[in-house]
């Protein structure tokens, strides 16, 4: 079936690095794909997405483009901040707007 | 608008409990979903709903089972806890991607019930 794979293990570093979390997915056809945020303690947001091939989506600084020929959905920020500390989930869309989920991301910034 | 909201937010139950968790969304979503989160698994889907009255099956739904009555509600129910269902519980709700012929719509999710099985 449809499925999400995000790289492994949390990621750490410090305030104004560039940030990178690789997403690949499997899916017959071309499916949305999301990113999704969840801050301590809170449910999941929606951070961006994108509906079709070389799409970009943006948010918060935060940008991701939907590459076809490589199926694959990376997160990319410039310059993070303490504040971008939180777990992100790449995702995609299948039957019956149902979402399969990556494993997540643990992001911590440091000072 | 409240969202989605959850109740409880927090339960601790011992093994052969059994417990009803509560979803109520007010933005008039027609779809409804449930989810488990646990640590290095991501989130998986439990059961959802695509309207008033309907449920169907997700990726784990043995040992759960939902009732949709009211298009805003969405119970999840334990019959008899086991401590393998210690996890936190999400609900999300969504449009129906038939609404307006988009295809696809963001699902928007409730502040998880976190919950213990002893």
């Known amino acids: 079936g449809d499925s999400v794979t995000q790289m492994e293990g949390p990621v750490t570093l410090s305030e104004e690095a560039f940030l990178t979390i690789n997403c690949t997915y499997t899916?017959?056809?071309?499916?949305?794909l999301f990113w999704y945020v969840q801050y301590p303690g809170e449910g999941l947001q929606l951070l961006l997405k994108?509906?079709?091939?070389?799409d970009k989506g943006s948010n918060k600084g935060f940008e991701a483009t939907y590459r076809k020929e490589t199926t694959s959905f990376h997160l990319e920020k410039g310059s993070v901040q303490v504040s971008d500390s939180a777990v992100y989930f790449c995702?995609?869309?299948?039957?019956?707007?149902?979402?399969?989920f990556g494993k997540g991301n643990q992001v911590v910034v440091i000072p | 608008n409240a969202g989605v909201t959850q109740t409880p937010k927090f339960r601790v139950l011992k093994t052969g409990q059994s417990m009803t968790l509560l979803c109520a969304q007010d933005?008039?979503?027609?779809?409804m979903y449930w989810y488990r989160q646990d640590p290095g698994m991501g989130l998986r889907l439990i059961h959802y709903?695509?309207?008033?009255?309907?449920?169907a099956k997700g990726e784990v739904p043995d040992g759960y089972n939902v009732s949709r009555l009211k298009k805003q509600n969405f119970l999840l129910g334990l019959e008899s806890a086991a401590p393998s269902q210690t996890s936190v519980y999400f609900c999300?709700?969504?449009?129906?991607?038939?609404?307006?012929?988009?295809?696809?719509?963001?699902?928007?999710f409730g502040p998880g019930t976190r919950l213990t099985v002893t």
């Open positions: 999300a709700s969504s449009y129906s991607p038939y609404r307006w012929a988009q295809e696809t719509y963001e699902q928007y």
């Open positions: 899916a017959t056809g071309y499916p949305s």
């Open positions: 709903s695509v309207g008033e009255g309907t449920t």
């Open positions: 995702a995609l869309i299948y039957g019956n707007n149902r979402l399969a």
């Open positions: 994108a509906t079709k091939a070389d």
């Open positions: 933005m008039n979503h027609e779809y």
